[in-house]
């Protein structure tokens, strides 16, 4: 290990680490992890002489910085100590391909070696502008015993490339071994992985089934219990007539019956979709309107939906939309929710009444990450929902998404459609 190999080292670590976490860099500890870093340098380079203690202090130090620079939790901090260092590991063995091609002309092996750590931080700094944070978000959202297989496969090829390490001309001249032993074991890990992600989508599922589904045998029991009303409240109309002679509180009487009685009816089409969970969620916020007293209007059109997404995918979406509208509406605003379906896709319209126009530039907006047109102390945590909704609809062939803005009867209504 030359002097300038802990150096390089450690700025790839640094550019991978934040290529998987896309966090901002902390100047002040920048300059204080360079003075260690320089520090270690010396000591490997001038009082070690034995690999194996060198490269345990270089370890050491590598955590250090992943420490300081990323991740809060101890957990992450080894996870993304693996993932980096087997990443790097990986572009090492992808810049050896491509200094073994120029191998003939690079006789000096401290010049080859100087040479392969420029390639490897060269690739690094691609990894840090492209989505690969994507894969360290699925890695950190699985359960433990997924990390726990991963960080195992990741300390063995770790252990046998850092000993080949050790004699880079035997990594040169055994590359392909290498290269096959590593791509088996990140098959594995995908085969692994989709696994994982297979069995946390079915218990997604069925969670937000148990969720709802005490919501949805509410929404029976209030139709049941207002049918039985019925008969009660048809007698007390029929009776209306003989307790007073005034037409005017007559008028008023049936006014006040026919309001009261009109609640509960406004979610009875609900019933009548073959999806509880999506009708149970829809249900749950209607009665949160109501609470608001701010009235939400079904139409449902098509009984039977039927749609790409799954039914909690779908059911997430038009939560979110009805979300919006409700959180934008006032006391005594009404929301119209239409639900249509053909034999491949399923239609939602969601109105509601805003207090100014906005135009298609402004509207636009909505779906752009972290945009937030509510002014609450709060905002950080908003402008995600619509953003969400957006790149899952777009997973979709010929899914649809609208939104418009449009004047009616002296009133602006926002409108919301997907279709999928």
Excluded at 26 to 41: E, G, P, Q, W, Y
Excluded at 259 to 287: E, Q
Excluded at 393 to 404: F, G, R, T, W
């Amino acid at each position: 290990m030359n002097f300038l190999s802990p150096l390089f080292e450690c700025m790839i670590i640094i550019f991978i680490s934040k290529a998987y976490t896309r966090r901002k860099l902390n100047i002040n500890k920048i300059i204080f992890l360079s003075i260690i870093v320089l520090i270690d340098m010396v000591t490997i380079n001038y009082l070690i002489h034995d690999k194996l203690i060198a490269m345990t202090l270089f370890g050491q130090l590598v955590f250090l910085i992943i420490c300081s620079l990323f991740e809060d939790r101890l957990f992450k901090k080894i996870l993304l100590l693996f993932i980096s260092t087997i990443t790097s590991l990986i572009l090492e063995i992808v810049s050896a391909i491509i200094v073994s091609i120029i191998h003939l002309a690079i006789q000096n092996p401290e010049i080859l070696e100087l040479t392969g750590n420029l390639v490897t931080i060269a690739l690094s700094l691609i990894l840090v502008f492209t989505p690969v944070y994507k894969i360290y978000n699925i890695i950190t959202s699985t359960r433990f015993s997924y990390k726990i297989a991963l960080i195992y496969s990741y300390f063995i090829v770790i252990s046998v490339i850092i000993i080949a390490k050790m004699n880079i001309q035997f990594l040169y001249r055994h590359i392909y071994v290498y290269i096959i032993f590593i791509m088996f074991l990140i098959l594995c890990n995908l085969l692994l992985l989709y696994y994982e992600r297979v069995i946390l989508a079915k218990e997604h599922e069925l969670q937000s089934y148990l969720k709802n589904q005490p919501i949805y045998e509410e929404l029976i029991k209030d139709i049941r219990s207002s049918q039985h009303e019925f008969s009660n409240r048809i007698q007390t109309l029929q009776l209306l007539c003989d307790s007073t002679d005034n037409l005017d509180d007559i008028r008023e009487k049936l006014h006040d019956y026919t309001n009261t009685y009109g609640k509960p009816l406004r979610s009875y089409p609900l019933l009548s979709i073959n999806m509880p969970l999506f009708a149970a969620a829809l249900y749950s916020l209607s009665i949160k309107a109501e609470a608001k007293d701010i009235i939400i209007n079904f139409d449902i059109i098509s009984e039977i939906l039927v749609s790409q997404a799954s039914e909690v995918l779908l059911t997430d979406l038009s939560c979110i939309l009805l979300q919006n509208a409700i959180d934008a509406s006032y006391p005594k605003d009404n929301i119209y929710v239409n639900i249509k379906s053909d034999n491949k896709y399923t239609e939602i319209e969601i109105r509601n009444p805003v207090l100014k126009y906005y135009s298609h530039e402004e509207t636009n907006k909505f779906f752009t990450y972290g945009y937030s047109s509510k002014n609450t102390a709060t905002t950080a945590s908003h402008g995600m929902g619509l953003y969400y909704l957006k790149k899952e609809i777009l997973k979709y062939n010929d899914s649809d998404l609208y939104v418009d803005c449009l004047e009616h009867e002296g009133r602006y209504w926002i409108i919301f459609k997907i279709k999928l």
